[in-house]
């Protein structure tokens, strides 16, 4: 159940390649973390888009002209990875931004994209007004 944030210079990115970015980093995450792909599992993986007016980089102001950064950040329930799904997860986001860009090689640099994995603590997740638990979730996910 990932909850996938991307973060763009605006303007960056067209609504085709947004459309792709987006509806393969949700998938992809769920593959890595070895999330069976059913319809309960995916109403409960979310991204988001945010697009930033202004993005620097060591404190100057990445032009209109540069080809765009990325950061994504992925929120998962604490306890649910290991450091064999966390590179998987990196892989496979790096793989969606390199296939959606002009120029897929300049991702084997680390000035094009950062990937943020974020654990949530068990506890800290919350929906229709309680707590919900990583125990919850797998229930969901399996029974719907």
Sequence with gaps: MPFVELFVRRGSLDQARREEI?????????????????????????????????????????????KPKYVVRVGVPAGSMDDDKRLEIVRRVTKVLADADDDPGRFAEATSAWVHINEVPEGNWGARGEIVRFEDIVEHVING
């Design 22 to 66: 987006g509806g393969r980093l949700v998938s992809e995450v769920m593959v890595a973390e070895g999330a069976p792909d059913t319809e309960a599992a995916r109403s409960i993986s979310w991204l988001v888009v945010n697009e930033i007016d202004a993005w620097f980089v060591g404190g100057k102001p990445l032009s209109a002209e540069e």
